[in-house]
């Protein structure tokens, strides 16, 4: 499997390109609670979503859940994104696994709406499970690393693993993050095999969990 610097995944030998966390709409819903944000997210997402798709043509794409930042906002989408989101999924299997941000998907998103999904023996889900039974790939939790370079502290996304398990780090535009040194993570994974893969401007960097630093 492939990390790519753009925050998704690519599992070559299934031809498939794993992504995390869209949380298309964010800006939409935002404002609809009356916090204005530049209603821009969906198209910067999609967009950056679709140079990946231009780039490799997976004959699969599975998004591990909380696409949308809220199940409703599917059926919001505006007419230029949602037939830019239909376009990306022609001519390949779409999978959208749901999160707890949208545990119900209308059919107008297109693919195949489902709680979790198995590929030859790694189960893809949105959210941990609490023991990790076969190898998983999640979301869900954004991760968040930060290391000293230099004499410089850089902190990035990263995919987050051990080996197991493999948390992915948040695609939407407007998606923050929490450091893999969050309680949060505590219990996901082996300490002494944690690495966390940290997303540069155009490669993705390994860095040992022993050089993480908390925020």
Not at 67 to 79: I, K, V
Not at 100 to 116: F, I, M
Not at 133 to 140: A, C, D, N, Q, R
Not at 182 to 202: I, K, T, V
Request: aromatic share 8%; charged share 20%.
């Amino acid at each position: 499997m492939r990390p790519l610097a753009a925050g998704a995944l690519y599992w070559e030998a299934q031809d498939a390109l794993l992504v995390a966390d869209l949380h298309l709409e964010k800006g939409a819903a935002f404002a609809a609670r009356g916090m204005l944000l530049p209603p821009y997210d969906t198209r910067a997402t999609l967009s950056r979503l679709e140079r990946i798709i231009q780039a490799l043509d997976p004959k699969r794409v599975v998004a591990l859940g909380d696409s949308f930042h809220r199940s409703e906002c599917a059926d919001n989408l505006a007419r230029d994104d949602f037939a830019l989101l239909r376009s990306l999924q022609n001519g390949r299997d779409w999978f959208w696994i749901c999160g707890n941000h949208d545990p119900h998907l209308p059919d107008s998103v297109g693919g195949t709406v489902c709680g979790c999904l198995t590929i030859e023996g790694v189960v893809l889900r949105h959210e941990p499970s609490k023991a990790v039974l076969s190898p998983e790939i999640v979301g869900h939790l954004h991760p968040i690393a930060r290391i000293s370079r230099r004499g410089t502290v850089v902190r990035r996304r990263c995919f987050a693993t051990d080996g197991s398990r493999l948390v992915m780090p948040a695609f939407g535009a407007y998606t923050g993050g929490l450091n893999v040194l969050d309680g949060a993570f505590e219990s996901l994974f082996c300490w002494q095999q944690l690495e966390a893969w940290m997303m540069g401007r155009h490669a993705v960097y390994p860095v040992l969990g022993s050089l993480l630093m908390p925020d």
